[in-house]
Antibody, heavy 121, light 110 residues
Framework: QVQLQQSGPGLVKPSQTLSLTCAIS??????????WHWIRQSPSRGLEWLGR?????????EYGVSVKSRVRINPDTSKNQFSLQLSSVTPEDTAVYYC???????????WGQGTLVTVSS | QSALTQPASVSGSPGQSITISCTGT?????????VSWYQQHPGKTPKLLIY???YRPSGVSNRFSGSKSGNTASLTVSGVQAEDEADYYC??????????FGGGTNLAVL
């Protein structure tokens, strides 16, 4: 049974970079057939897909249109985890951030516990 | 890309069936069989109910079913129970390797 454990600061200043990590147990970040996603949720924007990383003989990354210019998702095979970096944050980026795993098809079957990140000075 | 369109709320009495719609475009819902549905109770993480339009993960009640016609996907809850009162979200693969969520639907059990 996979477990996803999120870590990172709950408060980030405007214009800085938001960084979160999702540690994986019970699976491997480089497993073929799995994809590792970041999603956020706020009252004003609902659920918003931020991006994913996955390994299919080589690494791939795909990002949501609304954050594409500011977001990076990186796998770390040595620590079996993946991370989210969102640069130039504003108060609009205040949200609960989730990491998640998809196996095969379209479903995000496993989720981290969520991290409330507040952007404020 | 724009969020998928869901009704803000639906309601039903215990034992009734309800259906939640999720409308997109030919670039997302209509173009791929990669629609999923999630249930979220207040303060909890989303739970996967349906993936690939109509498949249920192990452990999900068979009272939940999914379907799709054209650019609209649907989630049906048969025999609504009090514990089904929650928010429901759809999601779809979209073009260029991206994913999009619906705005969410609150199910009230009367």
């Amino acid at each position: 049974q996979v477990q996803l454990q999120q870590s990172g600061p709950g408060l980030v200043k405007p214009s800085q970079t938001l960084s979160l990590t999702c540690a994986i147990s019970g699976d491997s970040v480089s497993r073929n057939g799995a994809a590792w996603h970041w999603i956020r949720q706020s009252p004003s924007r609902g659920l918003e897909w931020l991006g994913r990383t996955y390994y299919r003989s080589k690494w791939y990354n795909e990002y949501g249109v609304s954050v594409k210019s500011r977001v990076r998702i990186n796998p770390d095979t040595s620590k079996n985890q993946f991370s989210l970096q969102l640069s130039s944050v504003t108060p609009e980026d205040t949200a609960v951030y989730y990491c998640s795993r998809a196996l095969g098809g379209s479903g995000l079957g496993d989720w981290g516990q969520g991290t409330l990140v507040t952007v404020s000075s | 890309q724009s969020a998928l369109t869901q009704p803000a709320s639906v309601s039903g009495s215990p034992g009734q069936s309800i259906t939640i719609s999720c409308t997109g475009t030919s670039s997302d819902v209509g173009g791929y069989n990669f629609v999923s549905w999630y249930q979220q109770h207040p303060g909890k993480t989303p739970k996967l109910l349906i993936y690939d339009v109509s498949y249920r993960p192990s452990g999900v009640s068979n009272r939940f079913s999914g379907s799709k016609s054209g650019n609209t996907a649907s989630l049906t809850v048969s025999g609504v129970q009090a514990e089904d009162e929650a928010d429901y979200y759809c999601s779809s693969y979209a073009s260029s390797g991206t994913w999009v969520f619906g705005g969410g639907t609150n199910l009230a059990v009367l």
